[in-house]
Every structure is written in structure tokens, then in C-alpha cells.
């Protein structure tokens, strides 16, 4: 029987809703903040909602395959589930930008090609709306570390997952500047191309297989996990987090390429560990919703919004303080009246089965 984790369902939640408030409001508010460069450089550290839910999905996946019948059949159903809900908002995507730019453009090679380019960015790297760039290295991961799991590959798993991320931080993070390579350090490849490799390189494994690979075997060594002492861990993470900021405003001027720090994993460990640890049974009472709820927050909100913003009129260039938070909340409710909308479909088709199984 798998073990429920009721901390696993509030981080969810909070995550959700913190992606919401971040994309409708927050983060245009933070680049208004003096003092950016401390203000981003100490968020790096900080900036562990990302890491943690590709650690709490491969948590989470080998919980789920290492209990099923059949393993590579739950993995095929897990994707399959994913790649059904990315593509029909691909689908959107196409119809709100594709199709508009073929038919004032026209069907030429050349608007082909740029379509066909924007069409594969879109897919593979930016998704088709702004927080769907989480799936597609959270595809690669589940792949990568389910591979290397049921090859008993684990000790490989590890120092790929360390490797990867220390890498990174070469590409995207800490250590970024340390050899002064920038993508105009190869003249004869067009600069865009080096940061559209360096995006895909950190998005796919420095936070998609790093992380995913880490959750799936905090999973598979959980006993040894929950004897592990924090307190260490805590001091060492504080410490690393003050020590890379300092030296980050030091040494380095801010920029919208730093995407890791080497402070983030311990971070990350420590609030999953948090999380796991946390006991309410009366959270269970209410895990589908909560779930359910999360979901259509985190793939909805910014669909929702849209809409709203359209409806409305207005431009997030220029709304006030009490038009971003009239926003929020519309989208908020949208999202809490499809969640219940679903809900009373399911159950209408539980009920419809049940009393079609009993005739």
C-alpha cells in the first residue's frame, strides 16, 4: 500500500498558488524593487517551488511505478496523461499564434520555416503558454531516471545528477562568468542559438533530470533519508546561500541568465524533507480536491487570465494595484469553479459506472 503524504498535498497547493500570485502579480512588482542585484541574487537560493515539484513528481512516479503490476505500463499512462493535457494547449497555441501569422504572412518558405522554428521553441523549450516550460524536462527526467532505476543504475543516477548540476552552474549559474563564455564567444554560430542551447541545457538537466533524478531516489532510499540528521544540513545550506550571495554581488553583475545556484539543491533537499515529514491526517479527507485544485490552478491560470484581460480591457502595463488584485481573484475563482465543475463530472461518471456495473 503507498504511503500518503499530506505535506506532498499542501506543497502543491501552495505552489500553485504561488505560481498564480508570481505570474499575475509578483514578479512584476520584485523587477520594480531597488537594489535588484541582491534582490535576484539571494532569489536564486531561494527560488525553490521549481526544483522541489520536479523532486516531488519523481518522488512521487517511483512510489507509483514501484508499486504497480506492471512499471512501464504506469510510466506510458503517466505520459500519456501529461502529453494529452501539453498538446491540447499546443493546439491553442497554434490557433492563437501560428495560424494568425500564416494567414497575415502568408504561406511562403521563409514564414514556413520562421512558424515551423517558433512551433518547435514552443513545444520543446518555452511551452505553449509561459509556465508549461516545466514540462518537457519533466518528461525527460521521468524517462531518464525510470531508465536508469530499472537498470539498477543507481549509483550512476547519482553522480549524473550531481555531475549535471555542477555543470550548469558553468551555463546558467555561480560559475557562469568564471572562463568569460558568453555566446558571442563563438562568432560563427548566431549568438540566439548559443542561449537557445544553453536554456534547453538547463531547463532539460540541470533542472528537469537533476531534480527529477534526485526525488526518485530519495523515494527509493526513503528509510535512509528519514534518519538523516537536518541540523547540519541546515547550518551548511544557510551558510552556502549567505557566502554564494555575497560572492555573486561581488564578482558578478545580474543578469536574467542566472537561472541556478549551487545553494538551491541543499535548499531544496531541506524543504522536501519539511514537506514528507509533515503529519495531518485530516488533509487526507480532502486530497482529491486539494489536488484537483492545484492542477487546474497551475495549467489554467494563465489561459484564465488571458481571457480575463481580454474581457476586461486592460494591459498589465498599466493596471493599478487594485486591478491586478481584481484579476487575481477572478482568476482565482475561475479556477476554484472549474475545479468543482470537474469534480461533479467525475463523480456524476462514478456513479453512472457504479450503477451500470450493479444492472
Same mark, same amino acid.
Given at each position: ?23 499575475l502579480m509578483l514578479l512584476r512588482y520584485m523587477a520594480l524593487m531597488p537594489g ?47 502529453? &494529452? ?6 493546439? %491553442? ?10 494567414? @497575415? ?36 527526467? +521521468?524517462?531518464?531516471?525510470?531508465w536508469l532505476i530499472q537498470k539498477q543504475y543507481s549509483r550512476l543516477a547519482l ?6 548540476? &555542477?555543470?550548469?552552474?558553468?551555463? @546558467? ?7 568569460? &563564455?558568453?555566446?558571442? @564567444? ?7 542559438? +548559443? ?53 555573486? %554581488?561581488?564578482? /558578478? ?22 514537506? &514528507? ?37 486592460? /494591459? ?25 465543475? %470537474? ?6 461518471? /462514478? ?7 450493479? @444492472?
Open positions: 500500500m503507498r504511503k500518503y503524504y499530506p505535506g506532498i498535498t499542501l506543497f502543491k497547493l501552495a505552489g500553485s498558488l504561488l505560481v498564480l500570485v508570481a505570474h535588484q542585484a541582491i534582490v535576484q541574487f539571494s532569489g536564486l537560493a531561494t527560488r525553490i517551488v521549481v526544483p522541489c515539484f520536479y523532486v516531488v513528481a519523481g518522488f512521487l512516479a517511483y512510489k507509483g511505478w514501484s508499486h504497480a503490476a506492471n512499471p512501464r505500463l504506469y510510466i506510458q499512462k503517466y505520459l500519456l496523461r501529461i502529453g &494529452i493535457v501539453y498538446c491540447l494547449f499546443c493546439c %491553442l497555441f497554434v490557433a492563437e499564434s501560428i495560424v494568425p501569422k500564416l494567414i @497575415s504572412d502568408g504561406w511562403s518558405a521563409g514564414n514556413l520555416f520562421i512558424q515551423a522554428k517558433v512551433l518547435f521553441i514552443a513545444f520543446f523549450l518555452n511551452g505553449p503558454f509561459v509556465q508549461f516550460w516545466f514540462i518537457p524536462p519533466l518528461v525527460f527526467g +521521468i524517462l531518464t531516471a525510470y553522480i549524473l545528477t550531481l555531475t549535471g548540476f &555542477i555543470g550548469m552552474q558553468f551555463v @546558467s549559474g555561480s560559475l557562469k562568468t568564471l572562463f568569460g &563564455i558568453t555566446a558571442e @564567444s563563438f562568432p560563427a554560430i548566431d549568438p540566439a542559438y +548559443i542561449d537557445y542551447l544553453y536554456l534547453f541545457a538547463t531547463r532539460y538537466i540541470g533542472f528537469g533530470f537533476t531534480f527529477v533524478a534526485l526525488g526518485v531516489l530519495l523515494a527509493k532510499y526513503e528509510t535512509t533519508l528519514m534518519q538523516i540528521k537536518v541540523k547540519p544540513i541546515l547550518i551548511f545550506a544557510l551558510g552556502l546561500t549567505v557566502v554564494e550571495t555575497l560572492l555573486l %554581488l561581488r564578482f /558578478s553583475e545580474w543578469t536574467t541568465d542566472y537561472k541556478l545556484a549551487f545553494s538551491m539543491l541543499p535548499n531544496t533537499l531541506l524543504l522536501f524533507y519539511g514537506m &514528507i515529514k509533515i503529519e495531518l491526517p485530516a488533509v487526507q479527507t480532502y486530497h482529491k480536491i486539494i489536488s484537483l485544485f492545484s492542477i487546474v490552478t497551475f495549467f489554467g491560470h494563465i489561459l484564465f487570465m488571458q481571457t480575463n484581460l481580454s474581457l476586461l480591457g486592460w /494591459s498589465v502595463d498599466s493596471m493599478s494595484v487594485l486591478q491586478d488584485f481584481t484579476l487575481m481573484l477572478m482568476t482565482l475563482l475561475e479556477c476554484i469553479a472549474v475545479t468543482m465543475l %470537474l469534480r461533479a463530472s467525475s463523480r456524476t461518471f /462514478s456513479a453512472r459506472q457504479t450503477r451500470n456495473m450493479a @444492472s
